[in-house]
């Protein structure tokens, strides 16, 4: 009889350790009793009494016993590492500014400032761990770049570890400080070799080809993705490609292929060939900044290649889960950095469904190599599926072909771009004329994009909540890694597509009376949502983030908008037209802003309306009144809040002068209720009630 699943410990410990960091966040951020982990032994020691009666063999008591010490290592390892994070190293006292000095890891410019991320930096003379993020004026003082030591005096603000129901992004990539430099900087070139590459690369890119051009291309060799164009990182998300920003096992792969081929011409022994090519793939990652993707792909490199030396059998399982285990160990809130779940998920898609699928699809009489390419695309994109919607709040409807069609020319462009930098950065006399004919196809494949319009292929309005487990139980049911036979597969199958279709419909189309009131915030200002059976309404303030907006119209399955209504200025306005959501009416106060209609939605200008059941008065272009069941709702997005009286007031600013049953402020952390320390709000206003359902 076959077994149900063949056992694979590493990836048995990976889970443990996954499981332990998420019960040490969720332990820290519902600030709950470390005493809660005793209430686990009595399930572990009858799960361990079980296993002794049940099985002749210590094998499984020996399996549970290790997946205990790998969730209490990874536990310890997050309780730890997010205490130490909220640690000062230095007497933080108010308005006492310190001596900085640190190298510069990464550096972006802005309009008028740039700023830049510090490691080994040390503040008044004390080493801290972690990073410092530096915010600089237009005229800052002494040139500084990637690998130069840089000195300054700054008021430094310890990061928080969560914001807006969330690990704080600046927590997951362990940038500890942030601050505003005052005076000058001084800094002075230092020779840091990684640094110093990664600097040249930059250098040799950046002087022979446009800037537009020579950003792709840096961030295709180092996946570095600060300067390209929003609007052009937007057209290759759009197009599902944009994960060739992602130094990953495609860069990793083509590169570690390059090498043994060249050792291979020179007849060079094997393990000597190993050991270069190992060592440059992990410099290669430093160059990169050792970023999840690309240590892990520099990991499997390294396990592959030790399994063809002594002759193991090499699994892909296993060899991810020792990538996963290295990173958490390493830093456990890689967990949460969407670059490390989007290359561990599509990784263990191919895995799951690479191998199988092909063969189904050769059975069409399709080539292999082309069957292979297939089940590869397909394969990556269902693994990455629920991670994309969770973290963008879309995917790409045109990427499954896109990646079958264009990752192949992509992976050849690769190789002659990597090439020919390496050879310019060493020989620059060849710059101007090598570079721009190398990389003129390149030029092509951008505008490609630019100009395509993948944005009306996407794909949004689900993909949250229980959304995530479902489908992952799903498609592992559906895979070959289960041994059971093809009836129970079909019926797994239908059960599974029946429950994940059915959350979908009932998510999108939730059968309620009254109105749901949701309030969501982003750092530059915040948006809330009127939910109803009648339709969705979106009333956005202040600086409209569309990638934020994004994901909580998918979070809670409201893309399809019958109405946007926005608080604010010119600028506001604008940048509603990048928005990527279904609308049908745009509701503005100010005669005087002129909007061109975008995607056949009808502007209206208008001082009082009523949308989905919802009664709105504009007060002003910064404050709007509206009425919903008896319940009275006031929202703000400036100083002066005209709003007289309310049963629930949402604010950018302080409230003085409104008289409100409930305030909530969008980002005001020093007040009680707001949404950075407490995460979303949620209301149900039904016969005059609000029902909350967080903390407030």
């Known amino acids: 009889m076959k077994k149900f699943f063949n056992v694979r410990l590493p990836l048995i410990s990976a889970c443990a350790i996954i499981l332990g960091i998420l019960s040490a966040v969720a332990f820290l951020y519902y600030d709950l009793n470390l005493y809660y982990y005793l209430a686990i032994l009595p399930t572990y020691a009858v799960l361990i009494i079980i296993l002794i009666f049940a099985y002749k063999t210590y094998k499984p008591l020996i399996y549970t016993i290790i997946t205990a010490i790998f969730f209490l290592l990874g536990a310890l390892c997050g309780l730890f590492y997010i205490i130490n994070f909220t640690a000062c190293e230095f007497d933080a006292a108010a308005d006492n500014r310190f001596y900085i000095c640190g190298t510069v890891e990464e550096k972006k410019s802005y309009e008028n400032r740039e700023y830049i991320i510090l490691n080994n930096v040390y503040v008044d003379e004390i080493k801290i761990d972690g990073k410092v993020q530096a915010v600089l004026n237009k005229n800052y003082g002494e040139f500084c770049d990637i690998g130069y030591k840089t000195e300054f005096i700054a008021e430094l603000e310890l990061n928080n570890v969560f914001a807006y129901g969330n690990l704080n992004y600046n927590a997951v990539n362990n940038i500890k400080y942030s601050c505003k430099v005052y005076g000058e900087v001084k800094s002075q070139h230092r020779l840091y070799l990684l640094d110093n590459i990664r600097a040249a690369l930059k250098r040799t890119l950046y002087e022979n080809l446009d800037f537009d051009t020579a950003s792709v291309c840096y961030a295709m060799l180092t996946g570095n993705t600060l300067d390209i164009e929003n609007s052009t990182l937007e057209s290759f998300r759009y197009g599902g490609i944009a994960h060739i920003f992602a130094v990953s096992g495609l860069h990793i792969g083509i590169i570690f292929a390059i090498l043994n081929a060249v050792f291979k011409r020179l007849n060079a022994n094997k393990y000597l060939t190993a050991i270069a090519c190992i060592s440059i793939i992990f410099i290669y990652s430093g160059v990169c900044g050792f970023t999840p993707s ?267 908008l019958f109405g946007i209504i926005i608080l604010g200025d010119n600028d506001c306005v604008s940048a509603f037209g990048k928005l990527n959501v279904k609308c049908k009416n745009l509701y503005i106060f100010n005669y005087y802003i002129p909007v061109q209609p975008y995607r056949d939605i009808t502007v209206h200008y208008v001082k009082k309306f009523d949308v989905c059941g919802v009664n709105f008065e504009f007060i002003d272009g910064y404050n709007i009144a509206a009425e919903c069941n008896g319940i009275k709702i006031g929202v703000s997005a400036n100083r002066q809040i005209k709003i007289d009286k309310c049963d629930l007031l949402i604010s950018q600013y302080y409230n003085q002068t409104a008289q409100s049953e409930k305030t909530i402020y969008f980002n005001l952390k020093s007040y009680l209720y707001n949404v950075y320390d407490s995460g979303d709000f949620i209301f149900n206003a039904k016969e005059g009630k609000l029902f909350n359902h967080t903390k407030i």
């Not at 599926?385 to 969770?390: C, D, G, Q, T, Y």
């Open 294 to 560: 690309s240590v892990r792909a520099a990991v499997m490199c390294t396990v592959a290649t030790i399994c063809k030396l002594f002759y193991f059998k090499y699994d892909g399982l296993n060899a991810l889960s020792f990538a996963v285990i290295i990173l958490l160990f390493i830093n456990p809130l890689n967990l949460f950095s969407v670059g490390f779940q989007l290359s561990v998920c599509a990784v263990m898609g191919i895995c799951v469904f690479s191998k199988h699928s092909a063969k189904n699809i050769q059975k069409l009489k399709i080539p292999k190599f082309i069957a292979s390419s297939v089940s590869v695309s397909l394969s990556a994109q269902a693994g990455t599926l629920p991670i994309m919607l969770s973290s963008f709040g879309y995917i790409s409807g045109a990427g499954f072909i896109l990646n079958i069609i264009v990752i192949p020319i992509i992976s050849q462009l690769f190789v002659l771009l990597f090439v020919c930098t390496l050879l310019c950065a060493a020989i620059t006399p060849l710059s101007p004329f090598l570079l721009p004919f190398a990389t003129a196809p390149l030029d092509a494949l951008i505008s490609f994009f630019i100009n395509a319009g993948f944005e009306k292929a996407l794909i949004s309005g689900f993909g949250s909540g229980l959304f995530i487990p479902i489908y992952f139980t799903a498609i592992l049911f559906l895979s070959d890694k289960l041994n059971l036979n093809f009836i129970i597969k079909l019926l797994a199958a239908f059960i599974f597509a029946s429950t994940l279709t059915g959350f979908v419909i009932y998510s999108a189309n939730e059968p309620f009376s009254g109105h749901k009131i949701i309030v969501s915030a982003h750092p530059a200002g915040g948006e809330v949502i009127f939910k109803s059976s009648e339709g969705n309404v979106l009333l956005l303030t202040e600086d409209v983030n569309h990638s934020s907006i994004s994901q909580t119209l998918n979070k809670y399955y409201s893309s399809n």
